[in-house]
């Protein structure tokens, strides 16, 4: 068993983040949404990965050798952006005849991948959502059983979105169906789509069944970022480095604080992620994600994302501030 992790996308949506930071090492609750995916599939076993790395691709190469030297990673580049399918048939070497794992890079799911590993079926990751139009959506059986998937349909059969999580045996089978669906140039909205290579897999007899995850977490954009860190905070729980000791300081779980940040005079919670070395003095912050070696002076932040190496002095404000950056928001 392989698993497979593209990250290879831009991440436009997350700007003016994603300019210096791979989306996938975007922080969440204290970790990356890429050590998140990664963390929870060697839990269930799976030690084997294949990361499809494109733009900033070396960031996520150092990151994983150095958060993870015991795994056992391949990094395949994908140089040119054709979609996810076309993304996954670049791994055929690396997988040959091997089950696969495929994780999109900024999937966070709640379910069971020891149960999901251990079915006889290749499976599908769905979800219920209220619109399902800006999805891959699977069309089910009364039993569970897959009777076809459509990538962003315009008039829905089903409301059950695909999260981004599949589990397949017939590994042959796909690389055949995305090889055929690029020869012949067939896309969905322009791209060459993991939904497409399913669906062509399905109409040649492979079987395919759905389990539901218990959450998805939306780690898109902004808001929906904020959401997430919130509700993985409260799940996972807030951590604090032990050797922290905040003068004047008052900490509304659940946080998560890194290594090495110095905090004074503050309040900090909840739902506040703050990366290593950052330095808070007479601020409070809620509900927002902060980088590492950021430096905030006397300034009010909630549902905010500021980057790593910023500076951020002022008044009230909700922010979106990238890396390296330096606002001044007092009276000059």
Known sequence: ??????????????????????????????????????????????????????????????????????????????????????????TRGIVGGDEIFIVLGDTICEYDVKDVLSQPH????????????????????????????????QIPKSNMALVGIYRIKETEVLFNCLETNIANQVTSYGEYNLTDAIECMIRNNVKFRAFKVQNWFDCGKKETLLESNAKLLKKFGGTIAPEHQFENTIIIQPVSIAPGCDIRNSIVGPNVAIGEKTRVNYSILKDSIIGSFADLYDIVLTHSLIGSDTEVKGESRSLNIGDNTEIDLGES
């Open 122 to 153: 290749s499976l599908l990751g769905v979800k219920r959502v209220d619109d399902p139009r800006n999805f891959g959506v699977a069309e089910l059986e009364d039993d569970g059983s897959i009777d076809r998937v459509v990538e962003k349909p």
């Open 1 to 90: 068993m392989k698993a497979i992790i593209p990250v290879a996308g831009a991440g436009t949506k997350l700007r003016p983040h994603t300019y210096t930071q791979p989306k996938a090492l975007i922080p969440l609750a204290g970790k990356t949404i890429l050590s998140i995916i990664v963390d929870q599939l060697m839990e269930a076993g799976i030690t084997e990965f294949i990361f499809i790395i494109g733009y900033l691709g070396e960031k996520i190469q150092d990151f994983v050798k150095q958060k993870y030297p015991h795994l056992t990673a391949h990094f395949v580049y994908q140089n040119e952006r054709h979609g996810i399918g076309h993304a996954v048939l670049l």
